[in-house]
Structures are given as structure tokens and as C-alpha cells.
């Protein structure tokens, strides 16, 4: 029987833009579903570029102006995955115009826009997603069940850091994830958002929380052209960093768990280091992307001389998605995260049930980064705000 198509439309086609394209390709090759994604059309300002995307990427055709594409009858969904300052202005046009979303994260630039965004979709009755692709690893999901399964008991505590090395040189140009008026934030929005999620995904809402802002190299060369060649012009002239280089925050969760949370692009060695700590009375887990396939397990009811952290290779049937790819012991990777999670996006239009995380996860994770830049600000303990 032939499969329901949905035609995608993405707006963008950096880094996000492969993981995504790529992940809308290998899920019908791995996941039986009544849905086969399309790659309809690509959208990007500069028509070289992402002419040349498409054809690598494989999408069917272009257009060079976003508004059109959402105009566009033969596009089903919109997928974001520009930077953060245009999240609000696309998604709320595609929900308008009845497509579903999905964006990357963090949802938007600020909790109003992404309050705007949620009452977008909930008006138009969309399918809507935050592509907080770390949920999506197998280990990840199944440090789930066993929370769920209550094998770790009540939850004392979550700590997460999340660290990156990448612009520790101060000749690192100044891109867009470091200016406020494109990324919100630094470190915090970008990364930290992804240790919220986990946080929230695995423990609970977030009510207060104390934190501290830093950047260190506060002034970057402009001119960053492809390459990362300088115009000549350009050649010496500098621009201030607006965003924090790293940030560290304490948390109190709604169950009485403490949460401890660092992310930082300062962290020498540490390319992609995203990584969490849960202990509860009946046991802990540790789980590090850098090594996205492992689980560490320590059981209270172990043999006494037998304790300890054990470290379970998440690659076997029991563990979710895995079973779609290769026997056990056969790893998968980073991109894998992405299949998961569109994967679950495509069954939420086919079955017109509203998978997570949702936009509202998205606006319940902006409020914590609020609150966190309000809390360095005052210096004081902030009270995050609740929704839904
Ligand atoms: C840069 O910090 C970045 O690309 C993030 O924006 C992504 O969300 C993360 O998955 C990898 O690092």
C-alpha cells in the first residue's frame, strides 16, 4: 500500500539542516511507518546556496524567500532550523497557515516569543516539536523507564554539565551564537537549554534556582565570511560579545530533588561533553554523549561486593529504537538522536497526537533560561514561571 507522503518544507541548511535532512532520509529505510517524508523544499536567502544544499541534501526545489514557501499549498510541515531570532516570526506564520512545526532549539529568543509561539499552534491546531534531539538517544530513553519503573526510587538529586571547548580561542570570529540580538543567550541557551530538557524529561519541572553568568573573552575579530576568511575591511576591527561564555546554576525540582547544572564553551578538551549525573535512594546513572551508547547503573540492592556503577551497553532490543538498526553491540551515533525524534514527529501528524517535546516544553525551558539570566542579574534566588 502506498505510503501517506508528507511534504516538508526547512528553512535553513547549516548544521542543523543536514542533521535534519539526513534524518527524514533514513527513517523510512529503518522505521516501518505509514509515513514517508518528502523532501519538498529547501529555503534560504542566498540562491547559489542553497541551490547547491539542496542538491547535496536532496530537496526537490528552493526558494530564496521563507514567506513564500509557507505560502507554498504542497508543503504539509515547516522545519526551522535558522538561528534563534527568527524562530517566533516563522513558526507563527507556518502555524497560521496550518502547517505543522518543528524548530530547533532553544524554542525562541525570549519567554514571550515563545508563549506567542505555544498560542500559535494551540490556536491553529498543529502538530508542533523543539528539537531537543538528547532525549532521543536510546540510553536516554531508557534511563526513562527505569525512573518510570521507580528502580531509582525518589530522585535526591540531578546534575548536569555540558561542555564545549570551541571558542576558548580569542581569535574565534564573532558568530551569531554570540550576539544577544540572534541567540538570546550563550552557553545557557544553547547548550544549557539541552541539560534543562534532560532535566525535565527525567526529573520534573524546575520551580527556583540561583545562578552565575561569565564571559570571558569579551571582544571578537568581525568579518567572519564563509571559510572564515575576513573581508579586508574588516581586517582588525572587533565587536562585543553580548552573550555568557559559560554559566552555573543550582535548581530545587517540584519532587524536593537538587539539581546542580554548568555549561560552558571554556572547557578545554571537552568538544561536545554533555553529560549528567542522577542519584536516587534505590540507585544512580550517569550518562556522557561523548560515549551516547553507554548507561552507568549503580543498584542499592546489589550483592555487598558487587556494588558499583555497572555500564550497560544500550544496544540490545530492550533498549528503545536500537532494535530498528543492527544486532546488538552494532553503535549508533549523534544523528541517530535526530531519526528518533522526527521519526516521532511524523507518526505525531500520521496519528494526530501531539508528541514531545512540544512547543509547551519549549516555553516551560525559556522560562528556566529566564530565570537564570534574571537570577545573575539580581544575584538572588529566582521562582521559576509555571505554565499549563
Ligand atoms: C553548538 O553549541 C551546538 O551545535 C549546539 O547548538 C547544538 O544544539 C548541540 O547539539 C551541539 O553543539
Known amino acids: 500500500m502506498a505510503k501517506q507522503e508528507i511534504n516538508i518544507g526547512m528553512i535553513g541548511y547549516q548544521f542543523m539542516g543536514k542533521a535534519h535532512s539526513h534524518a527524514y532520509r533514513d527513517i523510512p529505510f529503518f522505521f516501518d511507518s505509514e509515513v514517508k517524508p518528502v523532501l519538498k523544499a529547501l529555503a534560504g536567502r542566498n540562491e547559489a546556496e542553497v541551490n547547491k544544499a539542496a542538491e547535496t541534501m536532496g530537496w526537490e526545489s528552493t526558494e530564496t524567500d521563507w514567506r513564500r514557501l509557507i505560502e507554498r499549498e504542497d508543503i504539509d510541515v515547516i522545519d526551522i532550523v535558522t538561528p534563534n531570532h527568527t524562530h517566533a516570526e516563522m513558526a507563527i506564520a507556518a502555524a497560521e497557515a496550518g502547517k505543522h512545526i518543528i524548530t530547533e532549539k532553544p524554542l525562541a529568543l525570549t519567554l514571550e516569543e515563545a508563549k506567542a509561539m ?208 543492527w544486532p546488538p553491540g552494532h553503535i549508533i551515533g549523534y544523528e541517530h538522536t535526530f531519526i528518533h525524534l522526527l521519526y516521532e514527529f511524523l507518526q505525531g501528524i500520521t496519528k494526530q497526537s501531539q508528541p514531545y517535546p512540544s512547543f509547551l516544553d519549549g516555553v516551560r525551558n525559556q522560562a528556566v533560561l529566564q530565570a537564570v539570566e534574571q537570577s545573575a542579574e539580581s544575584r538572588r534566588w529566582v521562582k521559576v514561571e509555571q505554565f499549563g
Open 118 to 325: 505555544y498560542r500559535a499552534v494551540q490556536k491553529n491546531k498543529v502538530i508542533h516539536m523543539v528539537c531537543h534531539n538528547y532525549r532521543f538517544a536510546p540510553a536516554v530513553q531508557y534511563a526513562k523507564r527505569l525512573i518510570e519503573d521507580d528502580r531509582l526510587g525518589r530522585i535526591y538529586h540531578f546534575r548536569a554539565d555540558y561542555l564545549q571547548d570551541f571558542i576558548m580561542d580569542p581569535s574565534f570570529p564573532l558568530v551569531w551564537r554570540l550576539k544577544k540580538e540572534v541567540s538570546g543567550s550563550g552557553a545557557l541557551g544553547d547548550i544549557g537549554a539541552h541539560s534543562i530538557d534532560l532535566a525535565r524529561f527525567l526529573v520534573g519541572e524546575i520551580m527556583e534556582l540561583v545562578g552565575t553568568m561569565e564571559t570571558f573573552v569579551k571582544k571578537r575579530p568581525l568579518g567572519e565570511m564563509a571559510g572564515g576568511l575576513k573581508a579586508e575591511s574588516e581586517k582588525d576591527q572587533y565587536g562585543e560579545v553580548t552573550v555568557d561564555d559559560a554559566v552555573a546554576f543550582l535548581a530545587k525540582f517540584s519532587n524536593g530533588a537538587l539539581g546542580t547544572f554548568e555549561a560552558t564553551r571554556f572547557a578545554g578538551g571537552n568538544r561536545n561533553k554533555n553529560k549528567f549525573e542522577l542519584n536516587g535512594e534505590k540507585g544512580s546513572i550517569r550518562w556522557d554523549m561523548e560515549n551516547m551508547n553507554l548507561l552507568d547503573v549503580y543498584l542499592v540492592d546489589d550483592e555487598p561486593g558487587l556494588q558499583g556503577f555497572r555500564t550497560i551497553n544500550c544496544t540490545e532490543e530492550e533498549h528503545p529504537y536500537v532494535g530498528a538498526y
